[in-house]
């Protein structure tokens, strides 16, 4: 006795218009238009700083840029499919793979973390060795005299 079973196929839902994000869209057409109109100011304007309101214009609507890239990326579809191996869900035919690049990672890090304690280098939290800081400057700062004062700081 067998028993079939439907499964409904996935409806994304669809979005007209200007997309998903609407508000970033927004934001970039208005700062192109006020850029568009700055800008225009300080062409037909007949101002003495037109130079700034060119400039200002321009720069509104290279700034306008980051606007419609929010726009874009925003709207981007990514399969659900796709979406598995981003929520730890790991396909089948791919587990094996990670776990063999998972025990040459672990294997290799180990051997590099063992070869840097065997030869005496510091690693975190090993022994700490006694380091000498000497200073050499005129005397006159410190004191009246002008011999030359060393002074040494051991750690």
């Known amino acids: 006795m067998s028993t079939s079973v439907q499964v409904e196929p996935v409806i994304e839902r669809s979005y007209g218009g200007v997309g998903r994000c609407k508000c970033a869209f927004w934001f970039a057409v208005a700062h192109d238009i006020f850029g568009v109109f700055i800008m225009m100011v300080g062409v037909f304007g007949g101002l003495v700083i037109h130079d700034l309101f060119i400039y200002a214009g321009a720069i509104i609507i290279f700034l306008s840029l980051i606007w419609w890239v929010f726009w874009y990326s925003g709207n981007i579809d990514v ?77």
């Open 79 to 155: 399969p659900p499919e796709e979406l598995e191996d981003d929520v730890g869900l790991i396909k089948l035919k791919n587990r094996r793979f990670s776990r063999v690049v998972r025990r040459v990672s672990g294997r290799l890090s180990s051997s590099i973390r063992n070869s840097l304690r065997k030869s005496g280098r510091p690693v975190r939290g090993g022994n700490s060795r006694d380091v000498s800081l000497s200073t050499i400057y005129d005397g006159t700062i410190a004191s009246t005299s002008k011999d030359l004062v060393r002074e040494t700081l051991s750690i």
